[in-house]
Structure formats: C-alpha cells, structure tokens
C-alpha cells in the first residue's frame, strides 16, 4: 500500500482501497492479521508498517520474507539473512510497544530470537496448495506436481500427496547441514522452508537460509 496514512474516506488510489476494504473485514470478521512481506527495498522500514496495523485495529502483524522466485529472483530482491533479522528484531520493538502480537511466516527459529514472536511454515505438510486444475503441488513457489484432486477425493489426494516420497523428504529430512542438526530446534524446524532453500541452492534439504546460524546463506 501506498501513501501517507490518512483518512480512508478522503483518500484516492491503492492506499485509500485497500484501507476501505480493512475497515470493511474489520466491521464483518471482527478481527484481522496485517501481513507484510520484508524485501531488500524495505527491511530497514518495515517496522513502521506496525503503526499502520495500529491504526486500522488489527489484532496482530505478520511478517512474510519474500520468496527468491519469479520476478523476485531475477532482480535480486529478496531479502538476505542478516537484512531480515534486522527488519524482525526492528519490528519486534516496535511492536513491543504497542503489545501488538507478532509472528513471522517462514520463520520456525523466531522463538529463539523472542520467545512471544509466534511462527508458521510448511515442513509438517498438514496440508496442500493446489493449482487452477486441480494438481497438487509440493508447495505454492515450486512448480512441483505431486497429484490431482481430478476423479479423486480431496481426501484421497491429500492421502497420495503425503505418501509421496518428494514429500516424505520434505517432511522427514534425512540429510541436513550440520548447522541445522547443532540447532536446538533442528527438530521441529527441520531446515526450515524447503522452498527458498531449492530456489537458491538447487537442494530442498539445504538448510534454513534465513537463520544467521547458516553463514552467508541467502545473501544477495
């Protein structure tokens, strides 16, 4: 969103949209979640979107690293390792604040920084990101086609997806850094998003490239 924070009613463009359709959400839903994603154009500002979550009453604010895919990757913006743990722990103060709640996507080694900053990712695979027909991929970022809802039902696909050995490799590494297997949360994390760590490395089980523990990976 663009523009200064203002008015809803008295502004024009994106801004003024999307800030229509929050107080919209908030009026129907009763509470939302602001998520922005941190680039390498905005990490050392990002945390000023907490005023803005402030402003329009949401209930917390999700942080979202920019995926190296598509466009992204080609220009080179996402964001590095060190350039993201600033942006969060820059957040995470601001927020502070406020006592808004914060979590951050993509993100399982967030409760090692700040134990109340609340984390969501993939490795577990309780569920599934489909495509307009129907097939089911590995994730939403890699093109990866594991099954199809088609002639099936959902439950029978979701039961072939988790069966599947790319994903059992997802799921249950067998092979990680040594970074990761020293790493008190190598448990749970498992590498961390399989996604970013195939786009720059060519490897799913590379290792969590936003966690500072993996010198120098995901620098741009």
Not at 195 to 219: C, F, M, V
Request: hydrophobic share 40%.
């Amino acid at each position: 969103m663009r523009g200064p924070a203002k008015s809803a009613t008295r502004i024009g463009g994106s801004y003024g949209s999307a800030t229509r359709g929050v107080e919209s959400l908030r009026r129907k839903l009763g509470g939302f979640t602001v998520v922005s994603t941190v680039n390498k154009l905005n990490y050392k500002r990002v945390h000023e979107v907490v005023d803005y979550a402030v402003s329009v009453d949401a209930d917390a604010l999700a942080l979202l690293p920019i995926m190296p895919s598509g466009r992204a990757l080609k220009t080179r913006v996402y964001i590095s390792a060190s350039g993201y743990l600033e942006a969060l722990v820059k957040t995470w103060l601001r927020a502070r604040e406020y006592s808004l709640k914060l979590s951050a996507w993509c993100t399982p080694w967030a409760p090692l920084l700040k134990r109340d900053v609340g984390f969501w990712f993939r490795r577990e695979m309780s569920d599934v990101d489909t495509d307009p027909e129907g097939n089911v991929l590995l994730c939403d970022i890699l093109d990866f086609k594991i099954t199809s809802i088609g002639g099936k039902s959902v439950v029978e696909a979701f039961s072939e997806f988790r069966e599947h050995p790319l994903v059992k490799a997802v799921r249950t590494p067998l092979k990680l850094p040594e970074q990761c297997l020293k790493c008190p949360i190598s448990l749970g994390c498992r590498g961390g998003c399989y996604a970013r760590a195939y786009t720059l490395k060519g490897d799913l089980n590379a290792g969590n490239l936003l966690w500072p523990r993996i010198s120098g990976a995901g620098e741009s």
